[in-house]
């Protein structure tokens, strides 16, 4: 079992609806998440991150968190085309040996058509 | 420029040279982190700078790859004797202080290494 995991995609959605993108993870120890969004060819650009359980809004971009379930997601709302991307989740541990290295899952892409 | 710059941006190898991959993260930033990103797949860690010390460096594939940050600023990523299998996208990643969950890594554009 991998670390982090994403729903495979690709996702495609119509544009103006919701694009739901989830993320489980294994270690219960991880402490802090994040979606980072990446454009082919791109470097990783943050979204939002989220610490605690619960929702975290910032926009069209909703974060949800529930670490009894092991459980992260995002939502974005009205998608645009300009949305269409690689979505990474990304989890964090910053105890121990850890030193914040972030753990990724293998994304999901996600496309908004007109 | 305010963000994390990363050179060459693509790099062509034959399979049993060495090439050299250099970080200049964002001036101040204690925390350094590289990661290999293959092609569909999510960044993987590959090692992690505090200031000048490796503290981590348990996810670097082989000996044939090393790094170094000698005065804390610029790093440099070296794989000797590429292969094949070591083309990929190489990312830096700076964040401004050390151990925290709650510091934002920030990313350097990579450098794209094809190996023939």
């Known amino acids: 079992q991998k670390e982090v995991e994403q729903n495979s995609g690709p996702l495609s959605v119509p544009e103006g609806a919701i694009a739901s993108l989830n993320c489980t993870y294994s270690?219960?120890?991880?402490?802090?998440f994040f979606w980072y969004r990446q454009y082919s060819g791109k470097s990783p650009e943050l979204i939002m991150f989220?610490?605690?359980?619960g929702d975290k809004e910032d926009g069209r971009f909703t974060a949800q968190l529930n670490k009894a379930s092991q459980y992260v997601s995002l939502l974005i709302r009205d998608s645009q085309p300009s949305d269409s991307a690689t979505y990474l989740c990304?989890?964090?541990?910053?105890?121990?040996?850890?030193?914040?290295?972030?753990?990724f899952g293998q994304g999901t892409i996600l496309t908004v058509h007109p | 420029g305010a963000g994390v710059s990363q050179s060459p941006r693509y790099k062509v190898a034959k399979r049993g040279q060495d090439v050299a991959l250099r970080c200049d993260p964002i001036?101040?930033?204690?925390?350094l982190f590289w990661y290999q990103q293959a092609l569909g797949q999510g960044p993987e860690f590959l090692t992690y700078?505090?200031?000048?010390?490796?503290?981590?460096k348990s996810g670097l594939p082989s000996d044939r790859f090393f790094a170094e940050r000698p005065e804390g600023s610029v790093s440099t990523l070296k794989i000797q004797r590429t292969q094949q299998e070591d083309s990929a996208v190489y990312l830096c990643?700076?964040?401004?202080?050390?151990?925290?969950?709650?510091?934002?890594?920030?990313f350097g554009p990579g450098t794209r290494l094809t190996v023939l």
């Open positions: 990643a700076s964040s401004p202080s050390a151990l925290s969950s709650t510091d934002t890594q920030y």
């Open positions: 270690d219960r120890g991880s402490q802090s």
């Open positions: 989220i610490y605690s359980n």
């Open positions: 990304a989890v964090r541990n910053a105890g121990g040996t850890s030193y914040g290295k972030l753990t």
């Open positions: 001036s101040g930033h204690v925390s």
């Open positions: 700078f505090q200031n000048e010390a490796q503290l981590d």
